[in-house]
């Protein structure tokens, strides 16, 4: 049984959070921006920081600091019949590892996780790759997990990019 701050976490608990982590990589490989933005709570946010070491988001530089009207509002973006940036679109693969469950509220159910990713995104004939960690502050309801907060840390934040990030990691 995985452990959290020295405590057991239930089997269920563990599996749970991996299929949700599994669910959302899929809607973004499949393109379903829409169900994926609904995984986030109406504060929750999406958060991108420029390097491992920031502790707040405000009034510091980041790669992402959406809330869930920047979302939608990206998401109008790319889905735009004229939005060349997406013509053609990317296409992505998502490979989420590592679940490790780092603190459980036992009363509420909620969770905060963090794991590691990869995603390959194709493009133009060229293959990109990031890897990095995730760090989920995840909101247990009625309807299962919902996303508070979603951290990505990139492994060269600080590298050079051909052209801007269109969709999310």
Do not use: C
């Not at 999406?46 to 390097?51: L, V």
């Not at 780092?102 to 293959?127: A, T, W």
């Not at 989920?136 to 299962?144: A, E, M, N, P, V």
């Amino acid at each position: 049984m995985a452990k959290s701050n020295g405590k057991a976490v239930p089997a269920d608990t563990q599996r749970d959070v991996e299929q949700f982590l599994y669910q959302q990589a899929e809607l973004l490989d499949e393109r379903s921006f829409e169900a994926w933005a609904d995984l986030f709570t109406e504060d929750g946010t999406y958060w991108m920081p420029a390097s491992e070491d920031q502790t707040v988001a405000d009034g510091q530089p980041n790669i992402f600091y959406e809330d869930f009207f920047l979302m939608r509002m990206r998401i109008n973006r790319i889905s735009h019949t004229r939005a060349h940036s997406q013509r053609p679109p990317n296409r992505t693969s998502h490979v989420v590892s590592n679940a490790v469950i780092e603190g459980l509220d036992g009363k509420s159910g909620d969770v905060v996780v963090r794991s590691k990713f990869y995603v390959s995104e194709y493009r133009n004939d060229v293959l990109r790759h990031f890897a990095g960690k995730y760090r989920h502050d995840l909101q247990k309801t009625d309807d299962g997990y919902r996303i508070r907060q979603q951290r990505v840390d990139l492994v060269n934040a600080e590298g050079p990019w051909e052209y801007v990030l269109q969709t999310w990691l």
